[in-house]
């Protein structure tokens, strides 16, 4: 058996374990998988770990040499998570992933679109507001009912004066998020804001004639700059 290498892979494993507690403990973990997901993810790597420290307790291995390829290819991908920082899907991912006018991606803690406007209006999310847009869009459905929405702005090339406010769904984690979004009308907006800017706005929906026909746009009363918020996902 060649214990150097097997000595090799353990620590990989380790440093794994560590990082992967590390976005735990640090409530970053939320930017890779669902939070459902979270508690389980961090009870399994703290498993993992003291299953190491067992048998590293145990361990008599002696040096030896040698890498093998699933060796380097662990070292590439912990290299790259602890070199790179942590951060959320942002606009470069939403072009390679297809958003129209409203999206209905759902989830399973979504409301049935029938019970969306039991309430408030303005309590709807983005994935919410996406969702009615992509059932319907006739102009009396959203009479007298404000949005409040927020989420980062995405260029969808519609013209100069409307813009996309997006996130991401995540059903299991990053890999398989899908982008959700909401048309907004905001002037010359790239006078004043930029891809990946995070946004808030209120105001109501309006029939519009945009570069790709009449539909349903917010446009805003109020648009304030925020940041990124801890959650940054439509979930």
């Known amino acids: 058996m060649d214990f150097k290498r097997l000595d090799i892979q353990s620590t990989l494993l380790y440093v794994a374990t560590a990082y992967v507690l590390y ?49 380097i290819f662990l070292v590439i991908i912990l290299g790259s998570a602890v070199i790179f920082p942590s951060q959320s899907l942002t606009s470069a991912t939403v072009s390679q992933r297809s958003v129209g006018s409203g999206s209905a991606v759902t989830t399973p803690t979504d409301a049935p679109l029938q019970s969306l ?24 459905y959203y009479v007298n009912k404000p949005a409040s929405i927020s989420g980062f702005v995405y260029d969808a090339n519609i013209d100069s004066d409307t813009v996309w406010l997006a996130r991401f769904v995540l059903t299991c984690c990053a890999v398989d998020a899908q982008p959700v979004g909401v048309p907004v009308r905001i002037e010359n907006w790239q006078n004043n804001y930029s891809e990946d800017q995070w946004l808030e706005v209120e105001g109501q929906f309006e029939h519009i004639q945009t570069t790709d026909g009449l539909q349903m746009v917010l446009v805003p009363e ?3 700059q925020i940041e990124e918020p801890s959650d940054p996902y439509a979930n």
């Open 222 to 224: 109020s648009v304030q």
């Open 117 to 140: 406007f039991a309430g408030s209006s303005k309590g709807l999310k983005i994935n919410d507001w996406s969702r009615l847009l992509s059932s319907t869009q006739d102009p009396a």
């Open 23 to 71: 976005l735990g403990f640090n409530d970053q973990l939320r930017l890779y998988i669902h939070p459902r997901y979270i508690g389980f993810t961090v009870a399994l790597s703290l498993a993992a770990l003291v299953v190491l420290l067992s048998n590293a307790a145990r361990s008599h291995a002696h040096a030896h040499s040698g890498f093998d390829k699933a060796t």
